[in-house]
């Protein structure tokens, strides 16, 4: 898929970290998701530098406006990885890049020899299952792994 004019999309930077940690606050906010306390946010490109784990953010004129990363599933096998903090900023809604992120983080999944893709998403994210649904994702009836986000009650799994 093309990318939009104005728009790259490419890995995660020191740099990026606080503009990421925002972001992911700002959306986790309108979901009504309440405080974060997961302790990679602050440190995005750190936590994704570590063995098959990649964190990807689109810029848009400049200005970062969202990113998601795949990771092995806590408490999971070695053959699934985890979707995680797929987070995308209003403005950015509805221009394909949630598409992209998605594209380019299975791709990437893949590359690492994973099997099956799973994501744990708020069940006010409509939107966001809604992608899901159309790129092959399955509902689960109960979480995989550790979980992660309180309150979190939709789940799903996807083949490589």
């Known amino acids: ?7 790259v999309l490419r890995p995660i930077q020191a740099r990026d970290d606080a503009a990421a940690a925002a972001i992911i606050r700002q ?3 309108e979901f009504g998701a309440g405080a974060i306390s997961d302790p990679e946010v602050d440190a995005m490109q750190r936590a994704y530098s570590l063995p098959r784990s990649a964190y990807f953010v689109v ?4 200005r970062l406006g969202g990113g998601a ?3 092995p599933l806590l408490g999971g096998t070695d053959r699934i990885c985890e979707l995680r903090k797929f987070y995308l ?19 990437t999944a893949r590359g690492f020899g994973f099997d099956q893709c ?10 966001a299952q809604r992608v899901l649904e159309a790129n092959s994702f399955q509902l689960l009836e109960a979480p995989m792994g550790y ?14």
């Open 89 to 107: 900023l209003p403005s950015v809604r509805g221009l394909g890049l949630g598409q992209a992120l998605l594209d380019r983080c299975l791709l």
């Open 59 to 62: 810029e848009r004129e400049g």
């Open 147 to 160: 979980g992660g986000l309180r309150g979190v009650n939709t789940w799903y799994l996807r083949s490589l």
């Open 69 to 71: 990363g795949v990771g």
């Open 27 to 29: 959306v986790m906010s």
């Open 118 to 127: 799973y994501v744990e998403v708020l069940d006010r994210m409509s939107e």
């Open 1 to 7: 898929m093309a990318l939009p004019p104005g728009v």
